[in-house]
């Protein structure tokens, strides 16, 4: 089994030995599209090690091993080891997940997930450590572990996965189903059970409890396992990222045998692990007794099991790109990969999840080796981990890249004649390495130097102009002129910042220099401003702004958003060397969270439209929200505290801000709406509740549900407790209809619909209320309701045999039946011919109906058919026999014999003669059928009946019939064991020994 085969492998392969680990810069091997370039960097973790990674403030990155190894690679030089954890390893499992903290650059905080050995087997756990730092401020190593999250280790594959670390502080985790893939394994259904972790994506706050908002949360036990779980019915969802504008997760759920998959995953939604694959019933557990009803919220987008061109193995979930350096077909589209197949994919969603770019068939990015991990470069760049070459892979769009812009200080000592070089503050937008080519102006040089270089000049020369050219590894470059000279002081510059580190809009930023010069004695100082404006730190770039003279310099804080200034004062002394200092005074920000009532794209376009952002206080910008919320159904009804339309201009206080934005649900709508609606159901006592595509709620009367397919419809009195007590929409699905009253004024009822299946609840004050679904229900519908068999007295039961599922019903105090096996389909069965099935015993006597009640040719009879273990019987009714039961031999007989048009109806049940040896039914023509083991059935009638009779019947040296009557030499003839019986007008019925 080809899908088995490679799952093998994946398994191998993730605990196999090393290959050659490849490292080439700007690598050429994938095949691309024109312009797009890959920009490796040799994680040192080797081949099948790597597995996640993390940029750190500052554009260095954390990335972690499947053995428990964490590195740390600078920006530039040579990474290092700072821990090694222990892990088990077994499968895909190991050291899998990271994130960074948000407030990393106070707390160094950082998130691992990885599987533990215990004594007893192994634990899935996240932790929080706390990154140490070395002399120099860079990670040395971790401490602190602080386990957030720990659930038991049950199969070696599919265990804890990806940790998010939101900005609001809250944590989303993936955790795989943990089953045995090699077969149809029960502990998959824990998927679909949220007091089970496993095959969830759980949201957590930062100390492992649930977050309020999520769908089963109870505020009497928020660490329970419900009150974590936001959405379940995964299989393997490795990776997902946070979609920034929907709050939302969007997972790449890895699939069995058929189909991968990627999900914009909605708050309680259930994506159907593993009773679905995709959008299909998934072959060994849909029809496992967990899966019944199991609704699929439909995936993103699938992707085929195969080795062809649109076709994946173990789908990696990504990110969408927020970059500018992309040619415009790729800003704002999601890239995902596929870790076997070794591409990447891109789509584009809508605001309610919908896709509305597929994938670009054929794919555009092939051979790209093998992603497990998509994260944005400083500058938005897609960058992913690939396990097998063990590199992180940046993809790059040549055309779009930055040029750097060279900077360079000196210092200079006239006694040796050395001048230091320090271009440290040279800077590439893009994110992007440097490389220091310094010329010395003196016909020496140094390449590829670092941004730290002396030089001694030799004697005897005054001045220079020495050269610092940056370059990234996409070529472009950035050169900036130096005035050297070796035997002048450079003139020393101090600079006093500010008494405050982070200012407000338009606050003033005072800034002020003193500047001295060995040569010169006091210089003049010249200030230049910069606004460095840096969207979500991802594009940084510089508007120069005003400048002035003097030994102070003030200037109101810049409005620009996400921007901090740069205050640079510059001295050049008589030699013509030039010293300068640069205070950055930094935005005083606060975060602005935008929230919705229901999840929705909510945006603040400043920002890029993401929903939670650090802003600027004293900054005025817009926040916009979605008319439409995610589901496509509830409505935008204006923001809390603010205005009615979607966008509000926004100012931001001295605080933290969240901005909720309220959404009508469905519910909400019809409720307000409707006067007769609030009047049946009072006041809601709780709040709405979602569970996947169902919501519902509370009111002090009833509850209104609702569902895409459904509508918004609502349930009261004890056709709710019934469906309640049944099991709800969990089992029944969504009301279809409002609770409504029949015609005739008895019963109150409701229709639901789970799959396609119609259910019914009818209530009446004789019977009580009952269910009524499926089969049974089509065949009770079919034959026109509560006017045809009544209204149910029992729910949906199944006999004891295992075989039959009935209902039993009432009119007009007649009970009637409907039963259903798979054999027979449901038939209706009721009245006389009902009561003479039950004294037969039920299905036990003449077994299952095989039609509903129906009526014989000539207007007279009523019957019905039934069969048990391949026999066939029927129960034949007509006004003057009664009801009576005819099955076996002598049905058969009686059937040959043209049923009711030859011998008439039955006039008795089968009866035994009194012997114990034969068996017989006297029918309403004057004849009778009998029937022995060694005879066979026969029937006997009319004037030889009546001799026989005479005789005894089977008392009489006759004994019983061995044929039916015939004609011979002009006389009707019955044979019997002992003789025959012959009849002609003229001589009457005789009877003679053999
Ligand atoms: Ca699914
Ligand atoms: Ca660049
Ligand atoms: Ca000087």
Redesign the pocket.
Known sequence: MAVRTLRLLLVAALTGALLPVVSTGVATAAALPPGFVLQDTDSGLGSYQLTDFAYLPGNSVLATGKDGVVRWLPVTGAGRTIAALPVHADGDLGLVGLAVAPDYTTSRAIYLTRSINTAGGFVMRLSRFTVTVDAAGAPAGLTGERPVFEAPGTFNVHGIDTVHAAADGTLWLSVGDDSDYRMTDPGALRAQDVNQPYGKILHLTADGQGVPGNPYFDAANPGSTASKVFAR??RNPFRFGIDASLGLPVAG?VGWSNWE?L?VVQRGAN???PC???NHRTPGYSDLAGCAGVP??P?LFELPHGAGVMTGNSVTGGIVYNGAGYPAAYRGSYFFGDYVANKIWTLRYDDQGRLTQAPENPPVFTGIGGPVKFAAAPNGDIVYADILSGNLRRLSYSAGNTAPVAKATTSTNPATRTVSFDGSASVDYDGDALVYDWDFGDGTTAADAGPNVSHAYAAGTTSFTAKLRVRDPLGLSGEVAIAVAPANHTPVLTLTPPGTTAFAVNQQVAVRATATDAEDGALPITWTTAVRHCPSEATCHSHPGIGGTGASFAQAFTAHPDSRMEFTATVTDSAGVATSQTYTAMPRQHRITLRGTQPASLGIPVEGGVSSAMVTEGASFDVEAAPLAIDGASRFSGWQGGPAEPTWIVTVGTGDLTLTANYATPIDQRYDADAAVRATLGAPVAAESTDGPVHYRVYANGRLYWSAETGTRYVTGPVLDKYLAFGGHGVLGPPSFDTLTTPDGMAQYNHFLTNGTVGSIYSTAATGAHVIFGEIRKKWAELDYERGVGYPTTDELGTPDGVARYNHFVKDGGVGSIYYTTATGAHAIYGEIRKKWAELDYERGVGYPTTDELGTPDGVGRYNHFVKDGWVGSIYYTTATGAHAIYGEIRKKWAALDYERGLGYPATDELGTPDGVGRYNHFTAGGSIYYTWSTGAHMVKGEIRKRWAALGWEYSYLHYPRSDEYVTNGAYRSDFEGGYITYTLAAGARERHW
Do not use: A, R, V
């Open positions: 019915g995964f759920d998959e999900d994506q159907g692990w679905w694959e995709g699929n919220q995936p």
